[in-house]
């Protein structure tokens, strides 16, 4: 089947601007996972979805980024006012449930911010 | 704090040969998984194989094989028979009870023909 779809798959926008970055997990994946990848950081890890609840948004790195999960499916990761430092590649990953702990990626978004 | 360290940024082997990436980790938890993704320039994050670390035996998937030394927190990976396709990025990573993925800074492999 289809796997981990991500749009856009590269945004340019201007300091200060919202952007919007979307994840369609593999059908029936439950969980679903938001990470981070920049040069000076590597990878680390966002936020978490169990069906459309985040338990842990421990790694959203501030109150400018935010992010949804509906019908259990799509989800939406949002930064507000966005700064030169937000620059990098959101990666998202699906997994069938939290314990079966074998995630499938998407391709990424590839953020610049001028 | 969970950890994950790969001490070689950089690395080549020649064509069918073999190449071995070091990744060491830390943590207190008694149930966790390991992982070694691939990223080939298509920046595409591609699962290698898994290991979970209440089994002893060593995980293999065709050319690709694990070395994990639970004591040592030692968890390296083997390809073997090298092929042009294997260069990419190699990142070493661990998964605890809470799931969210601990990475390492990543392995640059450069398959050369």
């Known amino acids: 089947g289809a796997g981990v779809s991500q749009s856009p798959s590269n945004k340019v926008t201007e300091k200060g601007k919202d952007v919007e970055l979307r994840c369609d997990p593999i059908?029936?994946?439950?969980?679903l996972y938001w990470y981070r990848q920049s040069l000076g950081q590597g990878l680390e890890f966002l936020i978490y979805f169990q069906g459309n609840s985040a338990p842990d948004k421990s790694g959203l790195p501030s109150d400018r980024f935010s992010a949804e999960r509906t019908g259990g499916s799509v989800s939406t990761l949002t930064i507000q006012r966005t700064q030169q430092e937000d620059s990098a590649v959101y990666l998202c990953?699906?997994?069938?449930?939290?314990?079966?702990?074998?995630?499938?990626f998407g391709p990424g978004t590839r953020l610049t911010v001028l | 704090a969970q950890t994950v360290t790969q001490s070689q940024p950089e690395m080549s082997v020649q064509e069918a040969e073999t190449v071995t990436l070091s990744c060491t980790y830390d943590t207190s938890e008694n149930n966790y998984y390991l992982f070694w993704y691939k990223q080939p320039p298509s920046r595409q994050m591609i699962l290698v194989i898994r290991?979970?670390?209440?089994k002893q035996q060593n995980a293999t998937e065709n050319r690709f094989s694990v070395n994990f030394q639970k004591a040592a927190k030692s968890f390296s990976l083997k390809i073997s028979d090298s092929q042009l396709g294997d260069t990419a990025m190699y990142f070493c990573a661990l998964a605890g009870n809470n799931r969210k993925l601990i990475w390492g800074l990543g392995t640059s492999l450069a398959v050369n023909p």
């Open positions: 290991q979970e670390a209440y």
């Open positions: 059908s029936g994946h439950t969980a």
């Open positions: 990953a699906s997994d069938r449930t939290l314990d079966t702990i074998e995630q499938f």
